[in-house]
């Protein structure tokens, strides 16, 4: 049995939600090691704190605003 007692976003430590444990107990899969998410490599991210919330910020690699 898997039961997640810590989550961290970037470097802020984030509550658990009840029954996360639980509703992840049957996520759990094998993947296929020869298959590769391009998508997350087209994007930096970065974690943000805004008026005590946190927000990631996605930026697609080779876009130049800001």
Not at 13 to 20: D, N, T
Not at 35 to 40: D, L
Not at 47 to 53: D, F, P
């Amino acid at each position: 049995m898997i039961v997640i007692t810590k989550i961290k976003i970037g470097d802020y430590e984030v509550p658990v939600p009840h029954g996360l444990s639980e509703l992840l107990k049957d996520a759990w899969v094998l993947k296929d090691e020869t298959k590769k998410n391009t998508s997350a490599d087209d994007y930096t991210r970065k974690i943000e704190m805004r008026n005590g919330r946190l927000f990631t910020v996605l930026t697609k690699k080779g876009d130049e605003r800001k």
